[in-house]
């Protein structure tokens, strides 16, 4: 069994450029959330993906947004980065939206 | 607003001690309460989760203990390692067992437990 797989492992981008995350959940999970991890801090719910629809988002500016695909892998998109941005993302996949989640080591982002 | 409240930021226990980690929660619409364990490097590994309609739940040397009434729960590591060293995150959401709610995990902010041998 495949567990959730997230690229790349390390990022470093500058204010104001757009990135890219990605996440292959794990294998028989129809259902992925996104978390950002500051230093020192709990994950942050900052939104849910199930059968390729949104099915939910946290406390984030539009400016960070999501795509599911029929394999049920998925994109997190960050535009104009700042420098709060920088943080540990983490892809959580689960069985349906009311699974168990589970996590993937995360993307580290750092904005220069 | 914090939601889940986590206690301490910090433990240190004996190699064979019992390690304790407190969390308390707001929203009583919460129905799912799980732990996460994370080493650095890693993300957040799923030990054990109870529901509100159990007062305690044991895998292993890892126990959950809760309190609906106090809105409380916490994770009891019995015979604690130092392999068990690791950031620990207790967590709620709303949902997987009512049917309703938004089902993202909310998190504490995090125990660090070294265990010395």
């Known amino acids: 069994e495949t567990g959730v797989t997230q690229s790349p492992t390390h990022l470093i981008k500058t204010r104001g450029q757009q990135v890219t995350l990605r996440c292959s959940s794990q294998?028989?999970?129809?259902?992925v959330s996104w978390y950002q991890q500051a230093l020192g801090q709990g994950p942050q719910f900052i939104f849910q993906y199930y059968r390729e629809e949104e099915n939910g988002r946290g406390n984030f500016p539009p400016r960070f947004s999501g795509l599911q695909f029929p394999n049920y892998s998925s994109e997190l998109n960050v535009n104009a980065l700042e420098l709060d941005d920088s943080a540990l993302y983490l892809c959580a996949s689960s069985f349906e939206y009311r699974g168990p989640q589970h996590f993937g080591d995360g993307t580290r982002l750092s904005i220069l | 607003q914090q939601q889940v409240k986590q206690s301490p930021q910090s433990l240190i226990v004996q190699k064979g001690g019992i390690s304790i980690i407190n969390c308390a929660y707001e929203?009583?619409?919460?129905?799912?309460f799980p732990w996460y364990q994370q080493f650095p490097g890693k993300g957040p590994a799923l030990l054990i989760a109870?529901?509100?309609?159990?007062s305690e739940k044991k895998e292993g040397r890892f126990t959950i203990s809760f309190n609906k009434s106090a809105k409380q729960f916490s994770l009891h590591i019995m015979d604690s390692q130092p392999g068990d060293s690791a950031t620990y995150f207790c967590a709620a959401s709303e949902g997987p067992y009512s049917g309703a709610g938004s089902y993202q995990l909310t998190f504490g902010k995090g125990t660090k437990l070294s265990v010395i041998p």
């Open positions: 929203n009583t619409a919460f129905d799912y």
């Open positions: 109870i529901r509100p309609d159990v």
């Open positions: 294998s028989g999970h129809n259902t």
